[in-house]
């Protein structure tokens, strides 16, 4: 079958947006990680200069690499980046749950209302939203308030600065991004099936683990993926709800960037959080396969 | 109605409305234990719906639903003691036939092996042992709606329902899984609710069967009672072809001018009826033969249908008479026969 002309026309748009927004500053990173940083503009040592042999001569450097690797920092912020991207990924997924669950199943008038609740934070800006939550989390803050008002606790807690509050602060933000596939899923499930499992003797808990969750696996994985991916290189939220032990990936490299001015180990690390990501991509491709092969 | 021993399935004065219609009205049904019961109507006549208030997949806005006299009303459907199988199957796609067949008996806490001899058991009874371990995606249509079955009936429902079993099945396929669907049903011998619209499988799965119609019982009877004995037109015209003439009162009685038929007033209808005849009841008379009633007819078509004939006639009053003989008959267009048939072939229907 021949393809139209139209279609391949419209096929190029996302290649040559790839090539454009993707391979064009990868290629810059990958060049700029080759070199050595410099005090001049642009920050960056040239990658081949000419010898007084009066031949071009390659000056690049493995230097910003080796540093990668021989500096505990960046493998604590690569660690710290898995950690607090993996916690925030388990965090979605229990919280998404059940909501997601909850609005597919709403009756029909319902699911609108519901979804818009989910995606209307978007309508503000990010950067308000976590500016709100050290609102909220502070030691006088409303959460600290309430709880001392109630009598729970008599001394402020400390959530602010820490660990905990980025992982707040990072689950709510991505919150929205597994709740809306999770939804998808579910709301694509047959009602023939769920029913068929109530029939023969399954409990509505039951349905759930063994029909509904097994089934809107595709809709998780996509929704873990959303939220893991832009977790990994997060630099807002632990930048305003963080403390001194929450360094991530994001952090380290805009310290790179901006306070060491270090382009090449900016760049290098840069290349390095790109490869870490494409891994679960790349699964996440090969299941989507294997799932297309089943249905 | 008093409780008859026999009645296992005891359906009473259910009710399911949806906004404003109701989709079953006040219906009272007795089904005896063993018995294949067929709901049968056209689509939106509420069949479906009463199916699935017995499995309490549908709450009733009044009446009762009774198995074995103990009222299951009001039980869940995972806590009732009937099994259905959906018209789509809705067979689990993540799992193999036998853990589809097993999903019913794992929810029961059986012992590891009783489900595996129970899932064995069914797997022999749908023929489906070499495609135990297949997905549903990887079977046919034919396959599909084994193991829908196997799974329904793996608990040992008390009750069996069927939601249009066959209908997702082309043609061909439909005739031969029908003829295994009885098969099996007999062979299980388990009281069994079976919804469906097309009459030929009605007629051939039931023991009885209920003619539904805009949420109401119609007519409820043996297949050859609804064939034979119609309540009224609509019942009569769901079966098949009819030769249908107009009827009018006269001397207490009613008169049919077609046929020059007059009937003794046992009915007290109105002042005019329908009187049918199906076309396989009507007779060609030789010479010397005679019948309960006769009348002359002019033979204008003659069609050979392979294991039928059918002639299409034409009676002196103008009126046309369909008449399904032996294929061996000989009765040329042109002629004019004499046509015989017995006093109970003929039926008055009101409407």
Redesign the interface.
């Known amino acids: 079958m021949k393809t139209p002309a139209f279609v391949r026309g419209v096929a190029l748009l996302p290649l040559g947006w790839m090539s454009v927004f993707l391979l064009l500053p990868v290629a810059i990173l990958l060049r700029v990680s080759l070199a050595e940083p410099r005090f001049e503009q642009p920050p960056y040592t040239d990658l081949f200069a000419l010898a007084e042999s009066g031949r071009w001569a390659f000056e690049g450097t493995l230097q910003a690499w080796r540093w990668l690797l021989e500096d505990p920092t960046y493998r604590d912020a690569l660690l710290g980046s898995l950690t607090m991207a993996s916690l925030t990924t388990m965090g979605c997924l229990l919280l998404a749950l059940p909501m997601a669950w909850a609005i597919a199943r709403a009756p029909m008038s319902w699911r609108t209302p519901l979804l818009l609740a989910v995606i209307l934070p978007f309508w503000t800006s990010f950067l308000i939203r976590v500016y709100a939550w050290i609102g909220l989390l502070k030691p006088e803050g409303l959460i600290n308030a309430a709880l001392m008002a109630t009598g729970l606790i008599e001394q402020p807690l400390l959530i602010l600065h820490s660990n905990a509050a980025v992982l707040i602060g990072m689950t709510y933000a991505y919150l929205p991004f597994m709740i809306l596939p999770l939804y998808a899923t579910f709301s694509r499930l047959d009602e023939d099936q769920l029913q068929a499992a109530a029939d023969l003797g399954a409990t509505p808990w039951q349905t759930f683990w063994r029909i509904s969750l097994p089934l809107a696996w595709p809709g998780a994985l996509a929704g873990c993926l959303l939220v893991f991916i832009p977790a990994m290189g997060e630099f807002v939220v632990p930048d305003l709800l963080g403390g001194p032990e929450s360094y991530m990936l994001g952090t380290a490299l805009w310290n790179e960037f901006f306070r060491n001015a270090d382009w090449p180990t900016a760049s290098a690390l840069a290349l390095t959080m790109l490869v870490v990501l494409l891994a679960p991509l790349a699964l996440l491709q090969r299941l989507q396969r294997r799932d297309e092969v089943v249905s | 109605m008093g409780a008859d021993p026999a009645t296992f399935l005891r359906i009473e004065g259910i009710t399911r409305r949806f906004g404003q219609v109701a989709a079953v009205d006040a219906v009272d049904i007795d089904v005896a234990r063993g018995e294949t019961l067929c709901l049968l109507g056209p689509s939106g006549c509420g069949k479906s719906t009463l199916l699935r208030t017995i ?3 549908e709450a009733p806005d009044s009446g009762r639903i009774l198995i074995d006299g103990e009222d299951v009303t009001a039980l ?4 009732r003691p ?3 199988m ?3 199957y ?5 799992m193999s036939v036998r853990r589809n067949i097993a ?2 008996l794992e ?2 806490r059986l012992a590891r092996a009783a489900i595996a001899e129970r899932v064995d058991e069914m797997l022999a009874l749908a023929s489906l042992e070499a495609l135990a371990d297949r ?1 549903p ?1 990887q079977l046919s249509g034919g396959q599909r709606q084994r193991v829908a079955l196997a ?2 009936l793996a ?1 040992h429902p008390r009750v069996l329902l069927l939601d249009e079993p066959l209908a997702a099945l082309d043609r061909q396929l439909r005739e031969r899984t029908r003829t295994e669907l009885a098969a099996i049903l007999e062979r299980v011998g388990v009281t069994c609710v079976l919804v469906t619209h097309d009459q030929e499988e009605a007629l051939t799965l039931a023991d009885r069967i209920a003619v539904m119609r805009q949420g109401r019982v119609a007519q409820i009877g043996t297949p050859s009672e609804i064939y034979d004995e119609p309540a009224d037109r609509a019942v009569a015209e769901l079966f098949g072809t009819l030769n249908l003439f107009p009827a009018t009162a006269r001397n207490g009685g009613l008169h049919c001018a077609s046929l020059g038929l007059s009937l003794a007033a046992g009915t007290d209808h109105a002042d005019a009826a329908t009187v049918a005849i199906r076309p396989e009841r009507l007779r060609i008379l030789a010479g010397d033969e005679h019948c309960d009633h006769e009348v002359q007819a002019h033979v204008e078509r003659n069609e050979f249908l392979g294991a039928a004939r059918l002639l299409l006639l034409r009676l002196p009053d103008g009126a046309t008479m369909r008449l399904l003989t032996d294929p061996r008959t000989r009765a040329e267009p042109g002629n004019d026969v004499r046509v015989g048939f017995d006093a109970h072939a003929v039926r008055v229907l009101t409407q």
């Open positions: 499995a309490g997949l869940p459907p995972h806590r009937v099994n259905m959906f018209q789509s809705a067979l689990f796609p993540h999903f019913g929810r029961q997905r995606h799974r329904a608990r």
